[in-house]
């Protein structure tokens, strides 16, 4: 889809977009504030499981984005919806941290270490060794095995650590079984995002600062794409790829509608 004048209801990613090391990047605060002021339809996407949407919230308000708590879907909520639909009131074996755990409660989930119907590996800093062996046992078993992202590794400030798909890998290698992963580049993460909001592709934008997962998974969901340069993305890593965005932008301020001006009585 070519025209941003199309666009109704918008999905964006969150770091590298709206924030960089928990400080808003310029225009994101004002950009929300214009969805809301329009009643335009919107989540902010993100595909660390780790944190439920209230903990994410609260960490954009410290970085000074106000972000409703219902405006933030992760890949642990889209891992969650995804269980649901397929098994309602399944069982699951969960690594990951609450906001994994809380995601499946919610939709009615039991959570289990007893003949589970599905393994789902999320995001987690607490990794056990017992775990990771209940894992592939029940995998064996005939447990279906869920990765809520592919992400190998994760940004902090001492640099990278490993995240869910170095642990889906090492399950991997033991059982011989692929995970199926819901998150991004993965389209049902932005299909379960839009089903959320009541929005159709046509009419939807995604903003991302990944060729690789925001962009690739926007086009193959039939997205309006926007790829920011406020992330990792440059020049030449666009040119890498035989896909483009509808549109490239300096950031999200791009995005922001002039305020009209005052006009004297």
């Known amino acids: 889809m070519g025209n941003r004048a199309d666009v109704e209801c918008w999905l964006t990613d969150m770091d590298g977009v709206l924030v960089h090391e928990n400080t808003a990047l310029p225009g994101a605060q004002e950009l929300i504030e214009q969805w809301t002021n329009a009643g335009t339809p919107f989540l902010v996407l993100t595909n660390n499981s780790i944190f439920t949407p209230r903990d994410l919230a609260a960490r954009l308000r410290a970085s000074g984005l106000s972000v409703p708590e219902e405006a933030i879907w992760t890949s642990a909520l889209a891992t969650a919806d995804f269980c649901a639909q397929q098994m309602p009131g399944g069982t699951a074996f969960v690594i990951g941290e609450s906001g994994m755990t809380n995601a499946l409660h919610e939709v009615g989930f039991i959570l289990t270490e007893t003949n589970p119907d599905y393994v789902v590996v999320g995001e987690t800093r607490n990794y056990s060794f017992e775990a990771i062996t209940k894992a592939i046992r ?18 902090s400030a001492e640099g990278a650590l490993p995240a869910t798909g170095a642990i889906s890998a090492l399950i991997t290698k033991a059982t011989g079984r692929e995970p199926y992963v ?62 483009r965005p509808d549109e490239i932008l300096a950031g999200v301020h791009e995005l922001v509608a002039p305020m009209p001006a005052e006009t004297e009585l």
């Open 138 to 155: 029940f995998i064996n078993n005939g447990a279906r095995f869920i990765a809520t992202n592919p992400d190998a590794t994760g940004p």
């Open 182 to 243: 819901v998150g991004k580049p993965n389209p049902m993460m932005f299909r379960s995002a839009m089903n959320k909001i009541g929005a159709h592709s046509e009419v939807t934008a995604m903003i991302g600062d990944r060729m690789d997962t925001d962009i690739v998974a926007g086009i193959e969901a039939g997205l309006h794409t926007v790829l920011v340069m406020t992330g990792i993305s440059d020049q030449a890593e666009i040119d890498r790829y035989p896909f």
